[in-house]
């Protein structure tokens, strides 16, 4: 095979000696690197569309969340692919050529990036500002709620820390061949217990090291209600405002059971099998106030 090889090398040199033959191999040559210039591009962009996606299974889910999402106008390498052709190009032949194999063979993460690990160190923050910047963006958010990304961001904190599902919300829906627990639901960042607590809680114990550990100007996260609600905040009718922020915690130690009267488990404004409370206040913070645990914790 080796003499083969090297016998044809040497036909090869030969044949270069002859000036129609070098401008024949120059002009074949020439052809292929202009179709490559034109169809690389053009190939990188077709395989990093959400429809080239979608033809795995398993990308059905985000597919269809994407479809449905204020992204929807926007490619998969919009989010997920540098802006560079030649770091796009690497990913695709280092990272992305292993996924036909994990398709056909299942070999790959159930849910689909279930903790949000692709978003938490995948995406930076440069990517989401070339259209989100703090200067040239005016945030909207719900009645009641003030955020200040300009000190989230001081702090190092990117997008993705808190907008981990703002593209595939709610994927788990759309999982055809689901093989795993049915109530499963993906978590989502902007909600206060499962997102904002991990940092602004005022219990030790709901805070998490790891999104703490991105902090990068050694501030402390600030755990004031007022941090982020703001006056106007919405609460429950015949709750005094001024009174009833200030007081209500003292009223639930005391006795919890004039507040049971009415978000009891099976009271009219119940909240399923916890406690009102922990719509906005961390189980450890009820815990202590009024000594209540989940079922099956000692």
């Not at 077709?46 to 926007?74: D, G, I």
């Not at 190092?156 to 788990?172: F, L, S």
Request: charge should be positive.
């Amino acid at each position: 095979m080796f003499y083969r090889v090297l016998k044809a090398v040497r036909h090869f040199r030969e044949r270069l000696k002859d000036r129609h033959f070098r401008f024949a191999v120059t002009l074949y040559f020439g052809a292929g690197a202009i179709i490559l210039l034109f169809a690389l591009p053009l190939g990188l962009t077709v395989s990093s569309s959400p429809s080239f996606c979608a033809a795995c299974h398993s990308m059905n889910p985000e597919y269809q969340t994407w479809k449905r999402s204020s992204h929807a106008q926007l490619p998969c390498y919009g989010c997920h692919g540098p802006r560079s052709y030649t770091k796009l190009l690497y990913g695709k032949i280092f990272a992305d050529s292993k996924g036909p194999f994990q398709e056909v063979t299942g070999f790959f993460e159930q849910p689909v990036n279930e903790s949000s690990h692709l978003s938490q160190e995948g995406i930076p923050m440069g990517r989401c500002e070339r259209c989100h910047a703090n200067e040239n963006r005016r945030f909207t958010f719900s009645k009641g709620i003030k955020m200040n990304h300009t000190a989230h961001k001081e702090a190092g904190i990117d997008c993705t820390v808190c907008h981990n599902r703002v593209v595939h919300k709610g994927a788990e829906r759309y999982e055809p061949l689901r093989s795993w627990d049915g109530e499963f639901k993906y978590t989502d960042f902007l909600t206060m217990k499962d997102g904002c607590f991990r940092c602004h809680s005022g219990s030790p114990e709901s805070r998490d090291e790891e999104t703490l550990k991105k902090i990068k100007n050694d501030k402390k996260p600030p755990q004031a209600c007022n941090t982020c609600h703001t006056k106007d905040f919405a609460l429950p009718i015949g709750h005094g405002r001024d009174q009833w922020r200030s007081e209500h915690g003292a009223v639930a130690v005391n006795n919890v059971g004039l507040c049971l009267d009415c978000h009891g488990e099976k009271a009219r404004f119940s909240n399923g099998d916890e406690p009102w409370c922990t719509l906005c206040h961390d189980q450890p913070k009820v815990e202590k106030m009024i000594g209540w645990k989940r079922d099956g914790e000692e």
